[in-house]
């Protein structure tokens, strides 16, 4: 049996872009995602992604709303994420934690990105479900 890890990830946008993070570990080392990770003992999917956010990349978000969730399954490991998205409130754009760069990403750029499984079209969805389409701040 496969075991699953329960997570928690946010599309955060801002202008027109989407804060990407690119993983430093394994197991999805250099590739593209959005910030995000295990959800910890106490705490709920909404918290997690929140902190997620910080500590990946110095940005304090606020969630809008919920995409859905997203399965990653990578050698022999299953991760189920929660998906949120939302916009920044505060912070200094700074990688930390497990990722080794934190940009903003302009929407029409992604193509151009090495991203993590099905991580384009969710944040296209997300993108889609924000009241300006992502585009204000």
């Not at 499984?117 to 969710?122: M, T």
Request: charged share 20%; hydrophobic share 40%; net charge negative.
């Amino acid at each position: 049996m496969t075991p699953t890890r329960q997570g928690a990830s946010m599309a955060v946008f801002q202008n027109g872009s989407i804060l990407l993070v690119r993983r430093a570990r394994p197991p999805l080392a250099g590739l593209w995602s959005l910030p995000g990770g295990k959800i910890e003992s106490g705490e709920n999917a909404t918290e997690a992604a929140c902190r997620e956010v910080l500590e990946e990349t110095g940005i304090i978000a606020r969630i809008i709303g919920q995409l859905g969730h997203n399965t990653i399954e990578h050698e022999e490991i299953r991760y189920v994420l929660d998906v949120f998205y939302g916009r920044p409130h505060s912070g200094a754009l700074q990688p930390g934690d497990d990722a080794d760069r934190a940009c903003w990403v302009r929407l029409e750029d992604l193509q151009n990105y090495h991203l993590t499984a099905g991580v384009e079209d969710l944040i296209l969805a997300a993108a889609a479900l924000m009241p300006d389409n992502g585009k204000q701040a």
